[in-house]
């Protein structure tokens, strides 16, 4: 049969393959076009979060159903609502992410993202070894599950017939590229939290195994969908998409009501605050100053003498060309740094900045003379204060400046081992970390 003949047949395949163009669809168009609307799709608290939150519960619920009848895959389907329950309540961090409690010293002292929750304790946003091979290990059993695993069965591999008799319920192969697709963003090659999509591409995946499963189960159909005459496909092929549009609605009413809460809406604003800058980073590693300078903009409306912003924007200007604007911007940096100087000029901050902005005028000298005054400062009160973060922190990040990684480390690893609940410390310390391991 043609492949046209099987998705005529069998229109529930097409559903499900129009709701997978629809999502990767979707995100490509954000990421290119509509990059707040993209942040608004993969940060946390936030639309795309919660679609996976409701992806992975809808998941269970349906497991749930499917482990209550009589067939041989009821103890897989048992299994994998306990698997979904847990995944569900990391994402909402055991309520944390609804109630705002605080995260306990225990957590926050260990876990890598300072959340209330355990996969943090050993996957975050910074690189890792054990991250990477986690990544790696996820990756593998999806591919494993949800592409070698039913081809097998159509294929009648022994080995996969015996893991259908014992129960282990394979999804539809309809579903393959839900699940190769997932694993290739779980490797996260292109660093734009594609997992984000990865996670809703496995949550979708999995609800809608555990349906096929319970259609099959309550018309006494085979599983395989060999014996769904169009009717049968038809009607399942209208569940997937009432499960897509619930899914979406739900998300939809709980990112507006969470928002609604004055305490989450200053959180979430300030979470979409922090990503529209780590994503301007982001589209000018890939060459879209265009965009990137676009989103600067936004946070300079908001503080239009945040130094940093305004060096960052003014870079963006020099590469796409616009020299006046560059000029304009990089002038203004330095016309604040020097305010702050004449009123701090012992401040290693102030001193690690103006470095970084004579650097970007292309003033080597200056930017010498304050890289040797943040040194000397730095070093004078780690001596001064030997059991300060704080003092162990700023000399790493003057250390980290002048190109000396491994003193930077040094100070860094003090500074994180003194307070590990700093969100600072443990980035920079991660950061530095990783650049140094290659």
């Not at 609502?81 to 705002?100: D, K, M, N, P, T």
């Not at 129960?167 to 090659?189: N, Q």
């Not at 809406?265 to 982001?282: C, L, Q, S």
Request: glycine share 6%; net charge neutral.
């Amino acid at each position: 049969m043609s492949v046209y003949g099987a998705l005529r047949d069998k229109p529930h395949n097409t559903v499900i393959l129009a709701i997978l163009a629809l999502i990767i669809g979707a995100y490509a168009l954000m990421a290119f076009r509509y990059p707040i609307a993209y942040i608004w799709a993969t940060y946390e608290d936030l639309m795309g979060e919660w679609a996976q939150t409701y992806s992975f519960l809808t998941a269970a619920v349906l497991a749930v159903a499917v482990a209550a009848r009589q067939t041989r895959y009821r103890w897989f389907f048992a299994l994998l609502a306990a698997a979904c329950s847990y995944v569900f309540l990391e994402e909402i961090s055991w309520g944390q992410r609804i109630f705002g409690f605080d995260t306990p010293a225990f957590l926050k002292s260990r876990n890598l993202q300072g959340e209330a929750n355990v996969h943090n304790l050993f996957t975050g946003p910074h690189k890792t070894l054990l991250k990477d091979l986690i990544s790696i290990a996820v990756s593998l059993a999806l591919v494993g599950y949800g592409l070698l695993y039913p081809l097998l069965q159509k294929l009648k591999w022994r080995i996969a017939l015996w893991f259908d008799r014992i129960g282990v319920a394979a999804p539809p192969f309809v579903l393959w590229p839900f699940f190769t697709i997932a694993a290739f963003f779980e490797l996260k090659p292109l660093s734009f939290n594609e997992a984000e999509v990865a996670e809703l591409l496995i949550g979708f995946a999995l609800a809608t195994t555990a349906m096929h499963y319970l259609f099959a189960t309550r018309h006494e159909l085979i599983a395989g969908g060999k014996d769904w005459d169009r009717n049968h496909s038809l009607v399942f092929g209208q569940q997937v998409i009432v499960l897509a549009v619930a899914v979406l609605g739900i998300a939809s009413v709980t990112t507006v009501g969470f928002y609604s809460v004055p305490a989450n809406k200053m959180r979430v604003d300030n979470r979409i605050e922090n990503g529209i800058e780590k994503f301007a980073g982001r589209y000018e590693r890939y060459d879209r100053c265009d965009i990137a300078v676009d989103l600067y903009q936004l946070l300079l409306q908001k503080e239009p003498e945040r130094v940093y912003i305004l060096r960052k924007a003014a870079a963006c200007y020099r590469d796409i060309g616009q020299i006046a604007l560059y000029e304009e911007t990089i002038n203004k940096a330095i016309s604040i740094d020097r305010e702050k100087y004449a009123e701090e000029p012992g401040r290693a901050s102030v001193n690690q900045s103006l470095v970084r902005s004579y650097q970007l005028a292309g003033n080597d000298e200056l930017a010498k003379i304050h890289l040797e005054k943040a040194l000397h400062i730095g070093i004078t009160r780690v001596i001064e204060h030997p059991d300060s973060a704080s003092a162990a922190y700023s000399y790493g990040r003057t250390l980290q400046l002048a190109g000396r990684l491994d003193e930077a480390f040094e100070q860094f690893t003090r500074a994180y081992d003194m307070d590990r609940t700093s969100s600072r410390y443990r980035r920079s310390y991660f950061a530095v970390r990783a650049v140094l391991s290659g």
